[in-house]
């Protein structure tokens, strides 16, 4: 692949990989519609990028964080169903409505505004009520369902199209005790509406976990997040998955990053490197500076502690991570020279970096690390 010479650094998204996953879940999920997350500028891999890529999948859902978000997809021309997940604010209500935004509700105040904004502009809008399970986040509680539902039906301009909710503790381990206990109140939610006759076309609680783990949860829609980007939601996620006698989704990480050697320079035995002095060499070394830095979103934990892959060979980090630039040992490198390109989180050659090692390395998790990617970088498609 050629990538603009005059770029420092840039995430190439792979768009085979993309479409691979998306096959493994809608596999998966059988008749389940499938809604990609692609909040948090689709956690780094680029908002418009996948929105797209998911469109030429004929993919009729995406679920975003803000409004903002979501103007910005409608704005590029993107017509499919867009359900905001966070927060609506009450002045934020006409926006969604005018850019035909679907809600997630859980405050009579964000209804009572939605149903203004939609009467003013003479249009309908769907809500999703958020019930709570357990999470404790955003969601009623299911005897607050009755007072929500008879301010909906006040209103003819608002139509509950879905119902909703959230896991607590689905990724983190193997016992599989609490997410049964929420799936066991969201059914008390569906039982409320169904006793009364009271028709929701869409049921949803499934994040990437639920989706591979436990079928059960499926029902019409499922929120896929970090696993249509070809990460596992966590090492124990894949353990339960064995555990059950599943096979494994085969999930092809689509995001790499790679920058470019800003400069090449020898320093002599026993000289710090970079700011505090936290380095200091042991032998006459050779020193590549990488233009990349914390405020690009590579975490300044990973000082003196990550690599990356410069002609397919590691080059440890040296010093300190600064704002806009880190420096790596390239002494065994001999071969480095100005401009050559450094993988990040990627293959070169027969090694790779990945999310989830750098996580391990910074004390996080590989949605942080790969979601915390600047915006302003540039994101290539590779196909």
């Excluded at 993309?18 to 499938?34: I, K, S």
């Excluded at 405050?107 to 709570?132: C, D, G, T």
Aim: proline share 4%.
């Amino acid at each position: 692949m050629n990538v603009d010479k005059s770029l420092t650094q840039w995430v190439e998204i792979d768009a085979a990989a993309f479409r691979h996953n998306v096959a493994e879940f809608r596999t998966r999920l059988g008749q389940t519609e499938l809604m990609p997350v692609v909040k948090s500028n689709a956690y780094g891999h680029g908002l418009l990028l996948i929105a797209r890529l998911a469109e030429s999948l004929a993919i009729n859902w995406l679920g975003v964080n803000s409004v903002e978000e979501g103007i910005l997809l409608r704005q590029a021309g993107f017509q499919q169903k867009i359900l905001v997940l966070g927060y609506v604010s009450l002045a934020q209500a006409k926006l969604a409505v005018e850019y035909d935004l679907r809600v997630v509700v859980y405050n009579l105040e964000n209804i009572r505004a939605l149903a203004q904004a939609a009467s003013r502009q003479k249009k309908k809008v769907y809500l999703h009520l958020k019930v709570e399970t357990g999470t404790n986040r955003q969601g009623i509680p299911i005897k607050m369902i009755g007072k929500i539902w008879q301010e909906i039906k006040k209103h003819p301009e608002l139509v509950l199209e879905g119902l909703s909710s959230h896991f607590a503790n689905i990724e983190d381990t193997t016992d599989d005790y609490y997410p049964k206990y929420q799936l066991e109140n969201f059914h008390q939610a569906i039982d409320w509406f169904r006793q009364r006759n009271i028709n929701i076309p869409l049921r949803h609680m499934s994040c990437s976990a639920a989706s591979i783990l436990f079928p059960e949860t499926h029902f019409e829609l499922a929120r896929v997040g970090i696993g249509l980007y070809g990460l596992w939601p966590s090492k124990e996620t894949m353990v339960s998955c064995r555990l059950r006698g599943k096979e494994a989704l085969r999930l092809k990480p689509v995001l790499s990053w790679r920058a470019r050697v800003a400069q090449v320079k020898n320093v002599a035995r026993g000289a710090y490197v970079g700011y505090g002095c936290t380095y200091r060499t042991t032998r006459p070394t050779r020193l590549a500076v990488i233009p990349v830095g914390y405020y690009d979103g590579y975490d300044r934990s990973l000082s003196n502690a990550a690599y990356v892959l410069i002609r397919g060979k590691r080059a440890p980090v040296r010093g300190r991570v600064c704002m806009n630039f880190f420096m790596v040992d390239v002494t065994d490198i001999p071969e480095v020279k100005l401009e050559d390109q450094v993988t990040l989180i990627g293959k070169d050659g027969r090694d790779k970096i990945t999310a989830d090692q750098l996580a391990t390395l910074a004390g996080t998790i590989n949605y942080e690390i790969v979601s915390r990617i600047n915006p302003s970088i540039p994101r290539v498609i590779v196909d």
